[in-house]
């Protein structure tokens, strides 16, 4: 729950869109090297979990930033709905990845 807030701060102060493009540059590297793994059988379980947080951390900040460049972009009168339409994906998916789930 900390890395909201502080992705919420640092988009406001150093831009909604080099934040964006950190943590999803920080996100892609830490996934990239989670093939590493393989090359480290002995300690492969710890550097799972170390990149498992960063990316979590990275993902973490995506959704201040979000609300951030929606704030910058949109019409103040249609904030709201775009905003609910922009994040209902999330609620859907979820529920739809849940459903789908007990088929396979």
């Known amino acids: 729950?900390?890395?909201?807030?502080?992705?919420?701060?640092?988009?406001i102060?150093?831009?909604?869109?080099?934040?964006?493009a950190a943590a999803i540059f920080i996100s892609s590297l830490a996934t990239i090297a989670l093939g590493s793994i393989?090359?480290?059988?002995?300690?492969?379980?710890?550097?799972v979990?170390?990149?498992?947080?960063l990316i979590g951390a990275a993902h973490g900040v995506?959704?201040?930033?979000t609300y951030?460049?929606?704030?910058?972009?949109?019409?103040?009168?249609?904030?709201?709905?775009?905003s609910s339409v922009g994040f209902c994906g999330t609620n859907i998916?979820?529920?739809k990845?849940?459903?789908y789930f007990f088929l396979f």
């Open 62 to 65: 995506l959704f201040p930033v």
């Open 68 to 82: 951030t460049l929606w704030a910058q972009w949109a019409v103040p009168t249609e904030r709201g709905t775009l």
């Open 13 to 20: 102060t150093l831009g909604a869109k080099i934040m964006a």
């Open 1 to 11: 729950m900390l890395f909201p807030i502080v992705g919420g701060w640092f988009s």
């Open 38 to 47: 393989y090359f480290f059988p002995e300690i492969s379980f710890p550097i």
């Open 97 to 99: 990845e849940n459903q």
């Open 49 to 53: 979990v170390t990149l498992r947080i």
């Open 93 to 95: 998916g979820t529920c």
